[in-house]
Each structure stands twice: as structure tokens, then as C-alpha cells.
């Protein structure tokens, strides 16, 4: 169970515009929609990841302490090893990633959804800070959003043995939220979306799972690193370039 707020779909506004901005920035995106003769059925991106060489621009939209802005770009770079994009923090608010911490949710905007949203409004929540014992793992977390990752606790493969009545329970008496956002958030799979490494209940894309909420036998812990198949979705979808003229992609 999270400490600090469960991290929750941000609502897409305009799908048609999602779906635009996704192909516009990456026309990959439409071959990992359609499963074109390849099995991609990604949970990476649901088509929504950004050109393999972008360069995002991330802003701070409140103006936290300098302590807080520090322990969460520290978090943010301990994706840049693993994907072809570059990032850098910009004093201006008009990034393409833009942070606030002035809010009570941890949550982000899905790999491209951030090209809708509309100038001066944030695309990425943080609520946890670096006192609390998840906050690592919610920057490291949200920031897998930003790269276009979904919930791998929704992934169609996952077959979680969750014991819903106690889960609506707990959800609504621990962070008010009702059956709709449970459903949404915990048990609907995400069917239009194409994966390319098969269920990783390591992924810090995971939601925890506490045995109590489920048969009584499987549990997930919170998982606080980058899982050795989160590394691979990002060699796959961002791949490095080796000096050699190859690349790392993934088979
Ligand atoms: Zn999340």
C-alpha cells in the first residue's frame, strides 16, 4: 500500500488530440497501435512515446525549495541511462514536462498526452516529498509516466487475485476514492495497448499489493528500482546508440 497517495490516470481530455500528438511527435506510434504482423501489444507506450531523440525540457511550474526541486531531479536522472532521450531542467515555465509540487496527487501525463495540455497548466503532479518513505520511488515512478509507461498492474497478462470487495474498501477509506476510479485504476486492463515484455510484477510501474487485498498469497511489494525489464521497454522504445553505428534495441 502506497504511504503517500496512490498514483492515479489522469483523465484525457481530448482523445483525438492525444492521438495526434502522439503521431505527430513519433510515427512509430501508429505501428505500435496497430499490430501490424509484429505481436507488439505494448504497455509501454499505448503509443505515446516520444521521438527516440527528443529532447525534453523539464520546468518547475511552482517554486518549491531548492532541496525538494533537488531530490526530485536527482530521481528524474536515474532514467537517463536507460533511453536515447535527453532532459534537461529549464528556469522557464514553459517546458515540456512542467512539475508542480503544489498539489495532492502523485500523478502524470502518459509519454505524449503532455503535448495537450494546454501551456501554464503542469502535466506531472508530486505530491510525496523527501521525508516521506515512497518519495523515490513516486519521482522515479511518475517520471516512467512522463516516458509514456502505463500501470504494469494493468497489464492484460497481470490475473491479479485481488479480493475487490476489500479493495473498494480500503481505497475509499484510505484515499476516498470510489468504485469508478478503483475500477479504472486497479482492475481495468488496458486492452487498446501493445506490449512488448510480457507481466513484470518487479516494474516500478507496479502499484504495491498487499496479501490482504488479495487471496491471502500474492502480494507485491513496493518496488522502488527500475526493473531490468523496465530497462528493456526503454532500450526498446528509445534505443541507445553505440558508438559502433548499432544500437541496443532490444530483440
Ligand atoms: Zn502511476
Redesign the pocket.
Known sequence: MYKTRP?LNLEIEDPVASFRAAINENSKNISYTNNSGLTYRTMALNAKCWHPSRHLTISFMDNPPASLKEAIKSHIWEWADYVSLTFSFIDSKDGVIRITTDTTQN?SQIGTDALTVAAGKPTMFIYARPGDADFRTVVI??FG?ALGFH?EHLHPDANIPWNRPKVYQEYAEKWGMDKQSVDLNIFTPIDEAITVTPYDPTSI?HYPVEKELTDGKFEIPMNTEISWQDKRICAHFYPIEIPDGGSCESP
Do not use: R, W
Request: charged share 15%; hydrophobic share 30%; net charge negative.
Open positions: 498514483c500523478a515512478h511518475e509516466h500501470h510501474m
